[in-house]
């Protein structure tokens, strides 16, 4: 089951030493985010997403796993520290989050890859805040 599409933006350095990242999109993913505070503080944002990614409904062609993309910097990966959007936006390439702020963005804080079962089964895990 799914609900929508997501935007992920995924980190690299350019030939002149400089981070960036680099969308691609994702088309059938089931995303639920929630949004909350910190208890402590009372006013800092604790807004967090759970994203699956269901294998058999979406293209993996290009996927690579980090260690791979890093040496390539070609296709694309789930990886710790990427960014990731509901749905499909305009933007393909950005310095940095500040140039999608008109986006609700979150940061990737886990990516687990559920291979087991049967293939139908099989989806990635993302967790982010």
Do not use: C
């Not at 040496?71 to 990886?79: C, R």
Request: net charge neutral; aromatic share 10%.
């Amino acid at each position: 089951m799914t609900n929508t599409g997501m935007s992920v933006f995924n980190k690299f350095t350019d030939n002149n030493k400089n981070v960036r990242f680099k969308k691609h999109y994702i088309e059938n993913v089931f995303w639920d985010d929630s949004q909350g505070i910190n208890r402590n503080t009372g006013s800092e944002k604790e807004d967090k997403v759970n994203v699956y990614i269901p294998k058999n409904k979406n293209d993996l062609s290009k996927y690579k796993k980090p260690k791979e993309y890093a040496k390539t910097g070609t296709g694309w990966t789930l990886e710790n520290d990427d960014l990731i959007i509901k749905g499909k936006v305009e933007e393909t390439e950005v310095k940095g989050i500040k140039e999608l702020s008109k986006y609700e963005v979150f940061t990737i804080t886990l990516v687990d890859d559920k291979d087991f079962g049967s293939p139908n089964m099989h989806h990635f895990e993302i967790r982010g805040n």
